[in-house]
């Protein structure tokens, strides 16, 4: 389980928000919504211990993730609005470097099976330059079919996917909730999973 507990961050000088508190548990999906500006992606961020609140904290199975240390990484995947992909590699290289950074390595064969399944089929060995916005970001979000994170937290996950590839997205989300898994995400775009309610937490 994940708890929030009297979360307080800011930007800068500005204070987003402040006594924040919610839970999530295993085969929820949350979606933090507001306005820009309202710091959506900084309590994202914050949640993954990236940065630090101006009071409250985050728990994780219990226990505040500022004392979990490197286990803590572990047990997520975060995915920014950004890509964080490099364009003089390969789709299959960015994977797999990616994958190593986050301290699980993944063969090719499970690296080359993740990217064809989000729709870079003969794509693979691409250097990432030469691929469309939509493929680059499939790319990225290949991360999510070879990582075995319970928690995944997900900023704008549907930026320049075509309808296609939007399906496929609820469609993965579907079955990492199935699995016992959680999912917060940001979007702009519509983001419904089959049989499964969206909670959703307003920063206003």
């Known amino acids: 389980m994940l708890e929030v507990r009297g979360l307080a961050c800011a930007r800068g000088e500005q204070q987003l928000f402040s006594n924040l508190s919610f839970d999530l548990s295993a085969g929820e999906l949350l979606q933090v919504q507001g306005e820009n500006g309202k710091g959506k992606t900084t309590l994202l961020r914050a949640l993954c211990g990236?940065?630090?609140?101006?009071?409250?904290?985050?728990?994780?199975?219990?226990?505040?993730?500022?004392?979990?240390?490197?286990?803590?990484?572990?047990?997520?995947?975060?995915?920014?609005?950004?890509?964080?992909?490099?364009?003089?590699?390969?789709?299959?290289?960015?994977?797999?470097?990616?994958?190593?950074?986050?301290?699980?390595?993944?063969?090719?064969?499970?690296?080359?099976?993740a990217l064809r399944r989000m729709g870079l089929r003969g794509r693979e060995t691409f250097p990432v330059k030469v691929l469309s916005q939509g493929q680059r970001r499939r790319v990225a979000l290949a991360r999510l079919l070879v990582s075995n994170a319970p928690l995944w937290i997900l900023d704008e996950p549907l930026a320049a996917l075509d309808v296609g590839a939007v399906g496929l997205m609820q469609s993965l989300i579907g079955e990492h909730l199935a699995k016992r898994g959680m999912v917060i995400f940001t979007t702009h775009q519509p983001l419904e999973v089959a049989g499964v309610p969206t909670r959703r937490l307003i920063l206003s």
């Open 50 to 113: 990236f940065i630090e609140p101006l009071a409250g904290q985050v728990r994780w199975q219990g226990q505040n993730i500022r004392e979990l240390g490197e286990d803590y990484p572990g047990e997520l995947i975060y995915l920014g609005h950004l890509n964080a992909i490099k364009d003089e590699l390969n789709a299959l290289e960015n994977l797999r470097i990616s994958c190593g950074l986050a301290g699980s390595a993944v063969s090719d064969s499970v690296a080359i099976a």
